[in-house]
Nanobody, 124 residues
Framework: QVQLVESGGGLVQAGGSLRLSCAAS????????MGWFRKAPGKEREFVAA????????DYADSVKGRFTISRDNAKNTLYLQMNSLKPEDTAVYYC?????????????????WGQGTQVTVSS
């Protein structure tokens, strides 16, 4: 049974940092693309970042580039999102996703597996 479990969300002041983790029970974790998406209240879910199976290729939404870093530890079947210089507009539920694709993708349709999400709230 495939399962993605996010953790690390919480309440932080603007300018602060959080590190999200996603523990994956996917047998093929080390060979699939992983990504982070987020959904803010009243908005559509949007792409945040993605990383290839090797970690060599990464992609970021313009809104988080330079502030967020995506990484993975294939030995631990874990995906990370380091979030620095957080802004109130980063407030959202953050979702971990995995896709049986060989390239990084910004499209939700590229991802087969989804976590339940973790809330990140940034106060001003």
């Amino acid at each position: 049974q495939v399962q993605l479990v996010e953790s690390g969300g919480g309440l932080v002041q603007a300018g602060g940092s959080l590190r999200l983790s996603c523990a994956a029970s996917i047998r093929t974790f080390s060979s699939i693309t992983m990504g982070w998406f987020r959904k803010a209240p009243g908005k559509e879910r949007e792409f945040v970042a993605a990383i290839s199976w090797s970690g060599r290729n990464k992609d970021y939404a313009d809104s988080v580039k330079g502030r967020f870093t995506i990484s993975r530890d294939n030995a631990k079947n874990t995906l990370y999102l380091q979030m620095n210089s957080l802004k109130p507009e980063d407030t959202a539920v953050y979702y971990c996703a995995g896709g049986d694709i060989s390239y990084v993708s910004r499209r939700e349709t590229g991802y087969n597996y989804w976590g339940q999400g973790t809330q990140v709230t940034v106060s001003s």
